[in-house]
């Protein structure tokens, strides 16, 4: 299990704190780089900020993953959920590698309220009771050999096998079961996964606990005529079978599709002088897409105007190592950087080769992924190096009277951070080595994120949520 997430164990040491009032003991985020532990100290997950959170690991660290589509409906809030996902090994040596097609049911939570009770109906013991709920909710667990409902995620996964590790993974979005991997071996391969897939759709046993062998599956593609190993890869949200990779040798290669099969062109598509970290097509423009780069810059491309980028501009500082474009508001590309710094880019006013129009600094260590929600134009998920997973929403701004006529009305009960960006939602951590995070496009508010111990199935309670009316 992923390491720091004991909700029961820190339940029940907050509930020998005594009955001080949450004003007494002021509380605040610990920044990991920033923020020393003093001899004694131990670090507590808040399970009551949380929908639903949920921690598993399954063998070998799979750094790189992508939630598939499915046709379990849009927009689902009711728990518990069903998801399915596809992820790609980091094994210590490349014949025990693999690509697992997961199918992860039961995954449980509750909808909590993002403002106390007590400030609803004024009910003083509306907190009290909440916890409560809570505890009862944190026992499930281990009640559930002796009967109950469990509440722990079932996992199921069928594993194929890959030959050395799989640097990226990618789900075609029109048809999920076809995916792309990207291997340290400088080979990028397309699977079609269909028959994994409807085995565990069609059975709650099938791979249950990782029990499945590894399969030997041929792939559809298998293209080597990259010069050397690489990350970044996309598939075309507009044209289905489309496809860009891009290499440590600074090229990129469009694939189209034919017949049942792809045609690489041959000749890369030059603008970077380093390593191509990212690429991302554009959500509006068919033949447009965006790469980043070691060599510090973000360039925008039109594939029908030559193998050059349209644009380019210096995006950051150091390294540029991941992108994302807003699906919600196309104009928007974000960028994460090798010195824990990322950026909003607005490409419609590009002027003197910058088109950076917000930027933050609080994380430490190098950024590792980055991604716009699929639900909120506003919103986006940040990891990094730090072993913190952030969220945001820049539509928020620091309004002092607002606060202060909040915390009175919260009596206290909220202590806004002053150290912190207003833009910041919330920390998550607990992970190890963060590399990937995902929205889930059909289940608003989740994310799930991989690491070197594993994956967290996380659901903030302030995400889509919307405030209440607090006027009298």
Same mark, same amino acid.
């Given at each position: 299990?992923?390491?720091?997430?004991?909700?029961?164990?820190a339940?029940?040491?907050?509930?020998? #704190?005594?009955?001080?009032?949450?004003s007494?003991?002021?509380?605040?985020v610990?920044?990991?780089?920033?923020?020393?532990?003093?001899?004694?100290?131990?670090?507590?997950?808040?399970p009551?900020?949380?929908?639903?959170?949920?921690?598993f690991?399954?063998?070998?660290?799979?750094?790189?993953?992508?939630?598939?589509?499915? #046709?379990?409906?849009?927009?689902?809030?009711?728990?518990?959920?069903?998801?399915?996902? +596809?992820?790609?090994?980091?094994?210590?040596?490349?014949?025990?590698?693999?690509?697992?097609?997961?199918k992860?049911?039961?995954?449980?939570?509750?909808?909590?309220? +993002?403002?106390?009770?007590?400030?609803?109906?004024?009910?003083?013991?509306?907190?009290?009771?909440?916890?409560?709920?809570?505890?009862?909710?944190?026992?499930d667990?281990?009640?559930?050999?002796?009967?109950?409902?469990?509440?722990?995620?079932?996992?199921?996964?069928?594993?194929?096998?890959?030959?050395?590790?799989?640097?990226?993974?990618?789900?075609?979005?029109?048809?999920?079961?076809?995916?792309?991997?990207?291997?340290?071996?400088?080979?990028?391969?397309?699977?079609?996964m269909?028959?994994?897939?409807?085995?565990?759709?069609?059975?709650?046993t099938?791979?249950?606990?990782?029990?499945?062998?590894?399969?030997?599956?041929?792939?559809?593609?298998?293209?080597?005529?990259?010069k050397?190993?690489?990350?970044?890869?996309?598939?075309?949200?507009?044209?289905?079978?489309?496809?860009?990779s891009?290499?440590c040798?600074?090229?990129?290669?469009?694939?189209?599709?034919?017949?049942?099969s792809?045609?690489?062109?041959?000749?890369?598509?030059?603008?970077?002088?380093?390593?191509?970290?990212?690429?991302?097509?554009?959500?509006?423009?068919?033949?447009?897409?965006?790469?980043?780069s070691?060599?510090?810059?973000?360039?925008v491309?039109?594939?029908?105007?030559?193998?050059s980028?349209?644009?380019?501009? #210096?995006?950051?500082?150091?390294?540029?190592?991941?992108?994302?474009?807003?699906?919600?508001?196309?104009c928007?590309?974000?960028?994460?950087?090798?010195?824990?710094?990322?950026?909003?880019?607005?490409?419609?006013?590009?002027?003197?080769?910058?088109?950076?129009?917000?930027?933050?600094?609080?994380?430490?260590?190098?950024?590792?992924?980055?991604?716009?929600?699929?639900?909120?134009?506003?919103?986006?998920?940040?990891?990094?190096?730090?072993?913190?997973?952030?969220?945001?929403?820049?539509?928020?701004?620091?309004d002092?009277?607002?606060?202060?006529?909040? #915390?009175?009305?919260?009596?206290?009960?909220?202590?806004?951070?002053?150290?912190?960006?207003?833009?910041?939602?919330?920390?998550?951590?607990?992970?190890k080595?963060?590399?990937?995070?995902?929205?889930?496009?059909?289940?608003?508010?989740?994310?799930?994120?991989?690491?070197?111990?594993?994956?967290?199935?996380?659901?903030?309670?302030?995400i889509?949520n919307?405030?209440?009316?607090?006027?009298?």
């Amino acid at each position: 299990m992923v390491r720091s997430i004991n909700p029961k164990k820190a339940k029940r040491k907050n509930k020998n #704190k005594g009955e001080a009032s949450s004003s007494s003991i002021p509380t605040r985020v610990w920044q990991p780089g920033v923020d020393k532990l003093e001899d004694g100290e131990e670090l507590q997950c808040d399970p009551s900020v949380y929908n639903s959170l949920h921690g598993f690991h399954v063998g070998w660290p799979c750094l790189s993953f992508d939630i598939l589509g499915d #046709k379990l409906g849009l927009n689902r809030t009711e728990f518990p959920h069903t998801l399915y996902m +596809v992820a790609g090994t980091q094994a210590e040596k490349a014949p025990l590698n693999s690509i697992g097609v997961f199918k992860i049911s039961n995954v449980s939570g509750k909808r909590r309220d +993002v403002v106390p009770k007590t400030l609803v109906n004024g009910d003083d013991d509306a907190m009290e009771d909440e916890d409560d709920e809570d505890e009862d909710t944190d026992s499930d667990d281990e009640e559930s050999e002796d009967g109950g409902a469990s509440t722990v995620p079932i996992i199921q996964v069928r594993r194929v096998a890959h030959h050395g590790c799989v640097n990226r993974i990618r789900a075609m979005p029109q048809s999920p079961h076809i995916c792309v991997s990207w291997a340290d071996s400088g080979h990028v391969q397309v699977w079609d996964m269909s028959s994994h897939l409807n085995a565990l759709a069609e059975s709650e046993t099938e791979g249950k606990d990782g029990t499945s062998p590894v399969l030997n599956q041929a792939p559809l593609v298998n293209f080597s005529g990259h010069k050397d190993e690489g990350y970044a890869i996309d598939w075309s949200p507009a044209t289905p079978g489309r496809l860009l990779s891009g290499d440590c040798m600074s090229m990129i290669h469009l694939w189209e599709p034919a017949s049942g099969s792809w045609t690489v062109d041959p000749i890369p598509l030059a603008g970077h002088t380093a390593s191509v970290e990212d690429l991302q097509w554009s959500p509006a423009e068919a033949n447009v897409f965006a790469s980043c780069s070691v060599d510090k810059t973000v360039a925008v491309w039109d594939v029908r105007a030559g193998k050059s980028p349209a644009l380019s501009f #210096k995006a950051h500082d150091a390294d540029v190592n991941v992108i994302s474009w807003n699906r919600l508001a196309s104009c928007m590309l974000a960028s994460g950087s090798d010195d824990g710094a990322f950026s909003i880019h607005d490409l419609r006013v590009i002027k003197d080769g910058d088109a950076k129009v917000a930027h933050f600094e609080y994380h430490k260590h190098p950024i590792t992924s980055i991604e716009w929600s699929a639900h909120e134009s506003s919103t986006l998920a940040v990891s990094s190096g730090d072993n913190q997973l952030t969220i945001w929403d820049l539509s928020l701004e620091k309004d002092e009277e607002e606060e202060a006529e909040f #915390k009175a009305q919260t009596k206290e009960q909220v202590n806004t951070p002053q150290d912190l960006p207003p833009q910041l939602l919330f920390v998550h951590q607990g992970q190890k080595d963060l590399k990937e995070l995902h929205w889930h496009n059909q289940i608003p508010g989740m994310i799930i994120s991989t690491a070197a111990d594993g994956f967290n199935i996380l659901m903030p309670y302030n995400i889509q949520n919307t405030l209440p009316d607090l006027a009298p």
